[in-house]
Structure formats: C-alpha cells, structure tokens
C-alpha cells in the first residue's frame, strides 16, 4: 500500500468513527429539550428525571463527537495538502462558518445549560437546550453543505492560471441542490438514531422493572419510551420521503454511483431494485440479480418506465468526457452498504412497531423478548449511518471533487491528485495506527461510559431547596437543587 491508499484507509477510518457520535447528537438535542419541555410544562417529576438521565448521555456523547472531530481538520493540511490547495478558498468557507457560528452557539449554551440548573429561571434553562438542539443542526448543516460540494461542485468557477477553484458564490454553496437534499435526510436518520437510542433504553428499563415487580418505578421510564416511539416513527417516515427526495437527485448528479448501487451493469427501461446479486461484482459489472421490478426507474425519475443507465454504459460516457480512465466505484461496497444501510433501518422500525403495540392503552411491557430487541436495535441505526457515509463516500471515488455533470465539469479533481506529494509511506502508517489505536481506546472508553450511566438508570430527582409542597412557586425564579 502506499501513501494515498494508507491516507485513505487513515480518512476513512477516523471519519466513520467520527459519525457514530455526530447523528446520536443531532438526534438527541431536540428529545432532551422535549422532555424538558414536558416537565416545564408539567412539573410531573418522571419528565425531569428523563431529562437529566438522558441528559447525561447526550453529554457524553457531545465531549467524545468534539474530540474526534477535531482530527478531521488536521488530515487536510497532514494528508490531503493539494487537495486543500485546490478547494480550500470554497471548502474553508462552509467550515468556518460551522466552527464560528454553529459551533460556538452550541458550545456556550450547553454550558449555560449543564450549570445553570441551579442559576437561571426555568424558561431561561429551558431556552438554552433549545439553542443547542439549534445549533447542532445548524453544525451538520454547514458541514453537508462543504461535503455537498465534494459531491456537486457549484458556485465556484476554476482559475486555470492558479490551477485552483475560486468561489463566486457563498449562497450558491450553501444552498446546493445536493445539500438541500442530503441535510433532510440526515436529519431525520439521526433523530431515528436517537428515538432508537431513548426508546431502547427506556424500553429495556421499563421491562427489567416490571419483571421485577416494581411497575410503580417502572412507570418513571414510560414518557421517554413514549417519546422515543414517536421520534422513531416520525423519523422513520422523514428518512424514507428523504431518500426518495435524495436517490432522484443522485441519479441525476451522480449516475455512475447509483447504478453501481443497484448493480446495474447495461442500461435498461422500466430497471428493477435489486435485492439479492450473484456473478461478478468487481468493476466488470457481470451480474444477475433478484429484484422488484421498474422500482429504480421509479427512484430515478418518479417514472416506472424511465430509462435508467447502467455501469458499462455510464465508464463509456465518462471516459470520453473525462480522458481514458476507470471511473467505476469499488461495486461490491457501493451495493452492499447500500443494502445494509436500508437493512440495519428495518431493525429499528420494528422495535418501534412493537413498542407501539406493547405500550397501546395505556399498558408497560414485560415481554423478555422486547427486553432483548431493545438492546439489539440500540446499534442498528449507528450500523445504518455508518454503511450510508460509507456508500456516499466510495460511491463518489475516484473522484475526491466530483465533476458537476449538469454544470461546467472544469472544477473536479480525482482522490489519486489530492494526496500531499511529501508525506511519505512511513509516515502516513505511523500516524494511522497512532490514530486508530486512539480511537479504539476512545471507542472502550466511550462504550463504557455509557454502559456505566444507563445501568445506573434514572436517579431520583433531588428536594428542592426551600421549595415547601410547591405552591405558590414561581416558574420564572430560579429553581435551587440540593445535592
């Protein structure tokens, strides 16, 4: 392997760690500011209890996505150097406006939030979880807006006495076709991630107690499982019209990556989806598949019958555009994550399918194997986004900066180019393997931290201070906690 092949494995494997934390934290914010809600609204003592177990999770959680992250920065300059020189007046820009915007709303305000329990007025407290939840959105947004433009290049033209790409339009960046469609998505994948996150949980807990004969304790888990329910569904909902939305601009923007997706080697109208590939499915693209019929065509262009092309047909086209070249993704990734991607999902809709059923009238479930399918679904939604980026990403190789296909194709740039010309083998293989130890210890420590603080469970609210039987208390004054 050399340089570029072990600075991709580097990027690969620090970026996909990253992403296990980034859609539990954009999934999480807005269900804890929910349950705080609840109890602002209520003072029913279980929603406050949820929202500072869960809260203490979505904290965790934001400390290990905060120090992965900033790994991602360092590569660009360390590894990806002329990468950098080409794109960096455009993909700086997205970045920044992420680190000096997003960043330091969510930052500040989760401060306020985690000490100001005891400091602000309850509105106020409840505020700040808001801005959070904001903020971690507005983050992802601006972070899919400068992958976007590795996928679709737009306002930007190339100067091609610099040899570089220079930006025309911040707006037309931000507002890419490819993010409008991608951030929807990831949105709403992630609150899948975080209602499987809060339902498994509270599920698991709920049974465990029940079981044990304790229903009353059991009852304080019952409005977070609730709500996990309903943030899964709605999430489940959002993901499917998401991708939907997604797939038709893909095919548009990206054909080679989505027939690849379907292992769709020759063109074809009325193209089935396929479920199950046999034969070649190395970049010759010699398969026979078991599919639906005239499905892709309909995820392509909304038409049953629309011509969709496939592999051999789209490396032709590309090479007479691009100069001789293979510009096929590694088939075998490209369809596999994608099938896994939309597998691992149908574990997750059917823990909330039996939440729903086990929890209707008012009921709390008790059934040893809802116990078990709250733990095994618990990972399926990270499984999930994990197998998604892995398909976005390689699907795009071998392009580092994809060509825009419905624009002007001059701004591209192939992975193979982007690579630092002066950092050497041994040097990318000691800070891959310093890197990935790294971050198995972080995985352990992070694991465990977890596992820590939800076995524990809910602790018991705490007396408020002075505060009598409560009457007369107002919501606006500061509520003082005892510890």
Same mark, same amino acid.
Request: glycine content about 10%; charged content about 15%.
């Given at each position: 392997?050399? #340089? ?6 580097? @990027? ?43 809260g203490?999770?979505? /904290?965790?959680?934001?400390? =290990? ?14 590894? $990806? ?15 920044? =406006?992420? &680190?000096?915007?997003?960043? @330091? ?16 007025? %309850?509105r106020?407290?409840?505020?700040t ?8 959105n ?12 590795m996928?679709?290049?737009v ?6 006495? *610099?040899?570089?790409?220079?930006l025309?339009?911040?707006?037309? !960046? ?15 994948a #992630? ?6 996150f809060v339902?498994?949980i509270?599920? $698991?807990?709920t049974v ?8 009353d ?12 329910v309903v943030?899964?569904? /709605?999430?489940?909902?959002?993901v499917l ?30 193209? %089935?989806?396929?479920?199950? &590939?046999?034969?070649?499915?190395s ?5 026979? +598949?078991?599919?639906i019929p ?24 590309? #090479?007479?555009?691009?100069? %001789? ?16 991607? =939309?597998?691992?999902? !149908? ?10 059923? /086990? *929890? ?6 008790? +059934? ?15 499984l ?9 990403e =390689? ?6 900066? &994809?060509?825009?296909l *419905? ?19 041994p040097?990318?293989i ?12 972080l ?15 809910? %602790? ?13 208390d107002d919501?606006?004054?500061? /509520?003082?906690?005892?510890?």
């Amino acid at each position: 392997m050399d #340089s570029l092949d072990l600075a991709r494995w580097q @990027f690969g494997i620090t970026t996909v760690y990253h992403f296990l934390f980034v859609p539990l934290t954009i999934g999480l914010a807005p269900i804890v500011a929910v349950l705080q809600t609840a109890w602002y609204r209520t003072q029913d003592e279980r929603w406050l209890r949820m929202t500072k177990f869960f809260g203490k999770l979505f /904290l965790i959680n934001f400390a =290990m996505g905060i120090v992965t992250g900033l790994v991602q920065e360092f590569q660009f300059g360390m590894n $990806w150097s002329e990468y950098s020189r080409f794109v960096g007046d455009v993909f700086g820009a997205p970045l920044a =406006m992420e &680190a000096l915007l997003a960043f @330091f709303l969510e930052s500040t305000f989760l401060g306020l939030w985690i000490f100001g329990w005891d400091r602000l007025s %309850p509105r106020v407290h409840l505020a700040t979880i808001w801005i959070v939840a904001l903020g971690v959105n507005a983050s992802a947004y601006f972070i899919l807006a400068a992958n976007s433009f590795m996928q679709h290049p737009v306002g930007v033209r190339y100067n091609p006495e *610099t040899r570089r790409a220079e930006l025309t339009s911040i707006v037309d !960046v931000l507002t890419n076709s490819t993010n409008l469609t991608a951030f929807p998505h990831v949105l709403t994948a #992630s609150l899948m991630t975080g209602g499987t996150f809060v339902l498994g949980i509270a599920g $698991w807990w709920t049974v465990k107690l029940v079981r044990a004969g304790r229903s009353d304790e059991a009852d304080a888990y019952r409005p977070a499982l609730r709500v996990g329910v309903v943030v899964l569904v /709605l999430g489940g909902v959002g993901v499917l019209a998401t991708g939907d939305a997604q797939a038709k601009t893909l095919f548009d923007q990206q054909p080679l990556k989505m027939a690849s997706a379907e292992a769709l080697c020759g063109t074809e109208d009325g193209a %089935p989806f396929s479920l199950f &590939a046999i034969g070649d499915l190395s970049n010759e693209c010699d398969v026979r +598949s078991i599919g639906i019929p005239k499905v892709t065509s309909y995820l392509a262009q909304g038409d049953f019958n629309a011509t969709v092309h496939g592999v051999n047909d789209l490396q032709k086209e590309y #090479s007479d555009l691009f100069g %001789p070249g293979d510009y096929r993704p590694l088939l075998v990734v490209t369809y596999w994550n994608f099938r896994l991607m =939309m597998g691992f999902a !149908v574990l997750s809709a059917a823990l909330a399918l039996a939440a729903l059923w /086990l *929890t209707r009238k008012g009921r709390a479930p008790g +059934s040893p194997w809802f116990s078990r399918l709250c733990l095994a679904a618990i990972p399926a939604p990270f499984l999930a986004n994990t197998a998604g980026w892995i398909f976005t990403e =390689m699907g795009r190789q071998p392009w580092v900066v &994809a060509p825009n296909l *419905t624009g002007d194709t001059a701004v591209r740039m192939k992975t193979a180019s982007g690579v630092s010309p002066i950092v050497n083998t041994p040097t990318v293989i000691t800070s891959l393997v310093v890197f990935t130890l790294l971050y198995g210890i972080l995985a352990l420590v992070w694991f465990g931290l977890l596992r820590r603080y939800a076995g524990h469970g809910a %602790p018991p609210v705490p007396t408020p201070v002075g505060s009598g039987d409560g009457e007369g208390d107002d919501k606006d004054e500061p /509520l003082q906690f005892a510890y």
